[in-house]
């Protein structure tokens, strides 16, 4: 496979291949695609009783506040509707 035909693919590139080891060696740091999930996991605070919770972006299952019950996150066909307060992105 040449150099060409990697950087066209949008694919994870197989682990333990030594032709893509030595091209992705031969790459920049910067430029070397490596594949993203969009997901991530967020600090979200309670609006009522300023709880923090941890959840999931995509999540598929409603979440609730422990301690008070109100709804923290709304799930939605994909990318969950946020309720509480937003403070922080973990990556
Ligand atoms: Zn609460």
Known sequence: MSKKDYEGRNEDPQIGDPTIARVVCG???NMILIPKPHTTFILIQCNQCE???VVFSHTTADVYCKKCGA???????SKAEILGKVINNLD
């Open 27 to 29: 790459m920049k740091r």
């Open 51 to 53: 709880e923090k919770k």
């Open 71 to 77: 709804m923290l996150v709304k799930r939605t066909g």
